[in-house]
């Protein structure tokens, strides 16, 4: 597995976990009791997955209007590389919240990883029309580009759009490194 995937798998859990915790915490205020799933502290094991995998699956089974289900579903779906089963968890998540861009964007990371870059495009550029600014889906979109459709010019392209917005963060000097390797880089952007 090269650098770039790595760093995109990275990047993906954190934002997952970031969101989840966040839907979480709102899920605690604004949803009644029975509705709001109970998440381990520390889950991580296979074991905690699968034991959580269980319970959000029969929390949609009874609630299927149920999104923080749907979301957790997605997540841990992701994160325990089920990608055909994510995408379909973040579909119904979707369906319930069609303008969720961090789950729209996770849904593009497992189209992008069973080979549909195509879908994984659509998700992307579709997060970016509602929010020109969410660096989540700039920066996968640009992968994909570059990654997997060899389109270089394309890639450069949408990162540029991403260090208007964000030029020092971890994932800024990681696109601005893999810039240079394409080369061809401007030079406001150079080390």
């Not at 998440?39 to 959000?56: C, F, K, W």
């Not at 919240?97 to 992008?112: A, E, F």
Request: hydrophobic share 40%; net charge neutral; proline share 6%.
């Amino acid at each position: 597995m090269n650098r770039e995937n790595v760093l995109t798998i990275v990047v993906a859990l954190i934002v997952g976990l970031l969101g989840g915790y966040l839907i979480f915490s709102i899920a605690g205020h604004n949803k009644a009791p029975q509705q709001a799933m109970s998440v381990p502290q520390g889950a991580g094991s296979p074991t905690d997955y699968q034991r959580r995998i269980l319970e959000a699956e029969k929390i949609v089974a009874k609630d299927p209007g149920n999104l923080q289900a749907w979301i957790q579903l997605g997540n841990d779906y992701f994160d325990t590389d089920q990608p055909q089963k994510a995408v379909n968890a973040y579909g119904k998540a979707l369906e319930l919240d069609p303008k969720n861009l961090n789950v729209m964007t996770d849904q593009g990371i497992m189209y992008r990883k069973i080979g549909w870059y195509d879908k994984a495009i659509a998700n992307f550029e579709k997060a970016q029309t509602i929010d020109p600014k969410h660096l989540q889906s700039l920066y996968n979109l640009g992968v994909v580009y570059w990654q997997d459709l060899k389109q270089p010019e394309k890639a450069k392209e949408v990162w540029m759009k991403y260090l208007q917005f964000d030029s020092t963060s971890p994932t800024a000097q990681q696109i601005q490194s893999d810039m240079s390797t394409m080369g061809n880089m401007p030079p406001s952007f150079k080390k």
